[in-house]
């Protein structure tokens, strides 16, 4: 936060800062009279997303779990191990960048519905915000793939997926529980304590719009995978 000209308040958009800080930036951005930065800010977290994204991705394909003979599966038997995973990890981060523009711009959409009050540019913002901590989940996935047998594009280690996915026969279930990582929880932590400075609804109103909100979407995302599954 600065001001121009001893009038205007201007908060700079700082994504990392809301990992350890979440209420202090959304005091600074509620006082600001603009908000600079959350373009150039928006492009940099898609493209670090994408590039963990892949490099998870890349990570996975030449380790154990991927044998030559899935690889010639997949009809690339005319290339080589290196070759295949650098083009499928490319090809990965391009479907990671997109869907994470669907994702940010479905989500905003539905919850101005319900927070007009907020604006579309600010509960963006917000959403822009919450989606951060997956930057996190991404690095922290990284190292486990080389200390344990765990393959990431299956179960993550941070959610209840990883535990009862050997305990269950179902398959919307794991898939399900699997978008509930303790991240995409702090996400939705942040994004409540951003609502919550700017909206006039109770807390207990926001908290149900962003949880129903939330599991909607995660049930159909489940529906998706599945069908994409069951169809290959």
Do not use: C
Request: a neutral charge.
């Amino acid at each position: 936060m600065r001001k121009r000209e001893e009038s205007i308040l201007i908060h700079k958009i700082h994504l990392w800062k809301i990992l350890y800080s979440p209420k202090k930036v959304f005091k600074e951005l509620h006082r600001a009279d603009e908000v600079e930065g959350w373009l150039s800010q928006f492009i940099v977290l898609l493209f670090v997303s994408g590039f963990l994204s892949s490099l998870n991705f890349y990570a996975v394909i030449m380790s154990k779990h991927t044998s030559s003979q899935d690889l010639e599966k997949m009809g690339f038997s005319q290339l080589n191990v290196q070759e295949i995973a650098l083009f499928l990890s490319f090809t990965f981060m391009i479907v990671s960048i997109v869907t994470i523009i669907v994702s940010i711009g479905v989500f905003t959409s539905i919850l101005s519905l319900f927070f007009k009050e907020v604006g579309f540019k600010i509960i963006f913002i917000i959403v822009l915000y919450s989606v951060t901590t997956g930057v996190v989940h991404l690095l922290l996935e990284l190292p486990l793939i080389f200390l344990l047998d765990y393959n990431p594009l299956e179960y993550s280690f941070y959610s209840l997926a990883y535990v009862i996915q050997d305990y269950t026969d179902s398959l919307f279930l794991p898939i399900f529980l699997n978008y509930l990582s303790i991240f995409t929880i702090w996400g939705l932590v942040i994004l409540y304590l951003g609502l919550r400075e700017f909206s006039r609804k109770s807390n207990v109103i926001i908290a149900t719009i962003i949880i129903t909100v939330s599991l909607v979407l995660i049930f159909f995302m489940t529906k998706l995978d599945i069908r994409a599954m069951t169809s290959s």
